[in-house]
């Protein structure tokens, strides 16, 4: 083992991901009941970083500091994690932490951090443990992994562009244990915009992990987890092709499903508002008129992720203004589209 640093610092920056084809549903440590496929996003993201020693007696140590402040609820949280990935990094029984985290996009924005947290913590913690002397195959799979224990969407923040989580026949190289990045991507997708539209701020009435948990008993669940495997498989081949058409059909009939699940679940919830429906309505209304290729897609709450080619930018936010802006909260869209991945800082 040589070179290796007993103690020392890492920091990185992972994006958040919007899911195109969405994960709904899982079982055992975070194994997803379905694949899924998601657009990495770049302005939406966590900074994180790490000091970390190595000490000569076993137990682990942590601090945990959110936006500057030390954040016990969290700390006891990552603590968790760090015990359930310690099978994976054995140094960690030794080691005294010092995390400290913050995101690009304020708490109440509706979007959920815990994609871009968990991916930020991962990408640090595969980096220590290099440092700290431990030899790794696969390094991007290894984060990927596990992210993935922290939070099933964050093992797909950790590619470029695009990336595809959840063995499927027709994927190559797909796996439920990480995700694996979107090899033969078109060129357009790189392009993508994603402006969230805040229609309601406020905290969301259902957490994932009890959306995924009301899948146990959904009626419908067989057939959806067929479908979203079939969507994945064609997406996948929608996605390599450029076929913006053929896009559209399946983003939306995709996030109008997850809300459809959650509405005939046991307990039902409607997470859509009456401005959600009026702005998909105006989405569908002009891209009838304009042949503009503009799109929506929607997470476990009322804001709407509308999407469309750089390309078409102008056209598309000039609509936005004019037309959409007027159902969201205060006006507030968050502009975001589609980015590199996790990046380094120091
Ligand atoms: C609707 O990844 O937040 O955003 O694995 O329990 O942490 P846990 O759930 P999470 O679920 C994301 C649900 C979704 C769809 C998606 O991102 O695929």
Known sequence: MNNVENSGSVTWKAPSNIAIVKYWGKHGTQLPNNPSLSLTLNEAFTSTSIDYEIKNQPGLELDFYFEGVENVEFRNRIFKYLEIITPH???LKFAKLTVRSTNSFPHSSGIASSASAMAALSMCLVDIAELVGQEIKDKTRLQSYLARLGSGSACRSIFPHAAIWGQCKGIPHSSDDYAIGFENLHPVFKTYRNDILIVSSEKKSVSSSIGHDLMNNNNYATARYENARQNAEK???????GDLQEFIQIAESEALQLHALMMCSSPSFILLEPNSIAIIKKIRAFREESYVPICFTIDAGPNIHVLYPQEYAVVCQ???????????EQERVIKDYVGEGPKKLI
């Open 235 to 241: 997406l996948y081949q929608i996605m390599s092709q």
């Open 318 to 328: 000039e609509f936005i203004n004019h037309e959409l802006k007027a159902f969201c």
């Open 89 to 91: 990094l054995p140094w």
